[in-house]
Nanobody
Framework: QVQLVESGGGLVQPGGSLRLSCVVSGSISGINAMGWYRQAPGKERELVAT???????NYADSVKGRFTISRDNAKNTVYLQMNSLKPEDTAVYYC???????????????WGQGTQVTVSS
């Protein structure tokens, strides 16, 4: 069974940094894009950043210049380095991967369980 497991969330002061990690486990034939999304209380889930299998990245305007997404294809892992954090970055952060399990017939989107990031003094 395919699982996406996030880690690295926590409480940080404004201006601080955190690094999120997401590992994809299970039997997989391939992974296309991977990404991070977030959902703040009372708001809809929104895209934070994505990275293709070839390394092309895309960022929400609100995080450009502060966050960096990267991936290690050999480890089936995606990272999100978050710098200069602001209180408005507070949210549950979810990992997403478009992947093909060996038990399936094609690519589908899979989600992690989420990790809380709180930016507060």
């Amino acid at each position: 069974q395919v699982q996406l497991v996030e880690s690295g969330g926590g409480l940080v002061q404004p201006g601080g940094s955190l690094r999120l990690s997401c590992v994809v486990s299970g039997s997989i034939s391939g992974i296309n894009a991977m990404g991070w999304y977030r959902q703040a209380p009372g708001k809809e889930r929104e895209l934070v950043a994505t990275v293709t299998s070839g390394g092309r990245t895309n960022y929400a305007d609100s995080v450009k210049g502060r966050f960096t997404i990267s991936r290690d294809n050999a480890k089936n892992t995606v990272y999100l380095q978050m710098n200069s954090l602001k209180p408005e970055d507070t949210a549950v952060y979810y990992c997403n991967a478009n992947l093909w399990p060996t038990t399936a017939r094609g690519f589908n989107d899979y989600w992690g369980q989420g990790t809380q990031v709180t930016v507060s003094s």
